[in-house]
T-cell receptor, first 115, second 112 residues
Framework: KAGVTQTPRYLIKTRGQQVTLSCSPI?????VSWYQQTPGQGLQFLFE???????NKGNFPGRFSGRQFSNSRSEMNVSTLELGDSALYLC??????????????FGPGTRLLVL | SQQGEEDPQALSIQEGENATMNCSYK?????LQWYRQNSGRGLVHLIL?????REKHSGRLRVTLDTSKKSSSLLITASRAADTASYFC????????????FGKGITLSVRP
């Protein structure tokens, strides 16, 4: 079974631009969660999608948004990029989303650099 | 805000020694999970322990959970150079809007 894939792996943008990151979960997994990882704040939960519905959201501004498609693939978008958005963005998938009682399978991440 | 707080922040041991890492948390949890991350890559799930379990083993890994003290420990026995990585504990909160909250991680260095 193929693992979680994320595209692109690396991205360089300038302040004010917007960016879209993509995550393809493991086949059969319906839950996709997104995390931002920075040296200062560590791993922070962005949001979780299950069956095309956002089930939970972390404490991030509205510039961060996401969606999930019928094939469970998910995208996250960051508009009006700021320098502080530079981070490793990780997505994780699991079969269901009930109470995070299952193993989360992480992708390799997308490293975003905002100049 | 971080739910899990790992201790120590960094650990350096010799190959063959055991490594013990601790995690404390603040609120009620559904389960606690440990992950490993190699040098800025994706996280690899190591082990999940449910709130009604006290100890779990997986290969060279042993995890304990003490819900009364809101703490967990991860023991890696007979460490290898390949165990060098960052280790994170993550707690799954209870309730309908459960989410996984990570600590800041422990950097483990195993010297050959």
């Amino acid at each position: 079974k193929a693992g979680v894939t994320q595209t692109p792996r690396y991205l360089i943008k300038t302040r004010g631009q917007q960016v879209t990151l993509s995550c393809s979960p493991i086949s059969g997994h319906r839950s996709v969660s997104w995390y931002q990882q920075t040296p200062g704040q560590g791993l922070q939960f962005l949001f979780e999608y299950f069956s095309e519905t956002q089930r939970n959201k972390g404490n991030f501004p509205g510039r961060f948004s996401g969606r999930q498609f019928s094939n469970s693939r998910s995208e996250m978008n960051v508009s009006t990029l700021e320098l502080g958005d530079s981070a490793l963005y990780l997505c994780a998938s699991s079969k269901t989303s009930v109470g995070y009682q299952e193993t989360q399978y992480f992708g390799p991440g997308t490293r975003l650099l905002v100049l | 805000s971080q739910q899990g707080e790992e201790d120590p922040q960094a650990l350096s041991i010799q190959e063959g020694e055991n490594a013990t890492m601790n995690c404390s948390y603040k609120t009620s949890i559904n389960n606690l999970q440990w992950y490993r991350q190699n040098s800025g890559r994706g996280l690899v799930h190591l082990i999940l322990i449910r709130s009604n379990e006290r100890e779990k083993h997986s290969g060279r890994l042993r995890v304990t959970l003490d819900t009364s003290k809101k703490s967990s420990s991860l023991l890696i026995t007979a460490s290898r150079a390949a165990d060098t990585a960052s280790y994170f504990c993550a707690t799954a909160s209870t309730g309908a809007n459960s989410k996984l909250t990570f600590g800041k991680g422990i950097t483990l260095s195993v010297r050959p």
